[in-house]
T-cell receptor, first 116, second 116 residues
């Protein structure tokens, strides 16, 4: 079966522009996560969706970042007025939201965002 | 607050030998889960192994085993019979009750190089 897909794979934009990053999770997975990975670091949590609602957005760095998942499947991460510090790989993951703790997260290949 | 520490920025191992990648964690949660992920140069995070805090036995998945020492708050990954394809970044991560038991907290990672 298909894994998590993310588009675009690479995005180059200019400072101040608006960007949208898309994530298509594994079919049937109710939980969806966005992480950001800066060079040489581990991924950092941004936001978690359970179904259509954002259950935890505590990792969003500021109000320039926003994410939606209107139909409980595909999600879009939106960044307004991009800054050079937003340059990173944005990773999306999904999980079946199993009880018991293991609930493995399956990651997509990421979108590499470069803000010039 | 939850924290993962990986003190080895880089490790080298000879092909077919075993290697241990260190991970220590800090949490006050009574229940938590520990994960190891592999990230090859392609960028995708690949799940390797899971250990629940109440699991009585150390987890094993093929050539991967987790040396879980709860009192010392360590969860070291052991890779037996290393292969050239094991060369990658390895991340330790945890998830706990205080984080809503959904978001993963990652360490900074260890880069493993397997030499022929």
């Amino acid at each position: 079966g298909a894994g998590v897909s993310q588009t675009p794979s690479n995005k180059v934009t200019e400072k101040g522009k608006y960007v949208e990053l898309r994530c298509d999770p594994i079919s049937g997975h109710t939980a969806l996560y966005w992480y950001r990975q800066s060079l040489g670091q581990g991924p950092e949590f941004l936001i978690y969706f359970q179904g259509t609602g954002a259950a935890d957005d505590s990792g969003l760095p500021n109000d320039r970042f926003f994410a939606v998942r209107p139909e409980g499947s595909v999600s879009t991460l939106k960044i307004q007025r991009t800054e050079r510090g937003d340059s990173a790989v944005y990773l999306c993951a999904s999980s079946p939201n199993l009880a018991g703790g293991r609930d493995e997260q399956f990651f997509g290949p990421g979108t590499r965002l470069t803000v010039l | 607050a939850q924290k993962i520490t990986q003190t080895q920025p880089g490790m080298f191992v000879q092909e077919k030998e075993a290697v241990t990648l260190d991970c220590t964690y800090d949490t006050s949660d009574p229940s938590y889960g520990l994960f190891w992920y592999k990230q090859p140069s392609s960028g995708e995070m690949i799940f390797l192994i899971y250990q629940g805090s109440y699991d009585q036995q150390n987890a094993t998945e093929g050539r991967y085993s987790l040396n879980f020492q709860k009192a010392r708050k360590s969860a070291n990954l052991v890779i037996s019979a290393s292969q050239l394809g094991d060369s990658a970044m390895y991340f330790c991560a945890m998830r706990g009750v205080s984080g809503g038991y959904n978001k993963l907290i990652f360490g900074a990672g260890t880069r493993l190089a397997v030499h022929p």
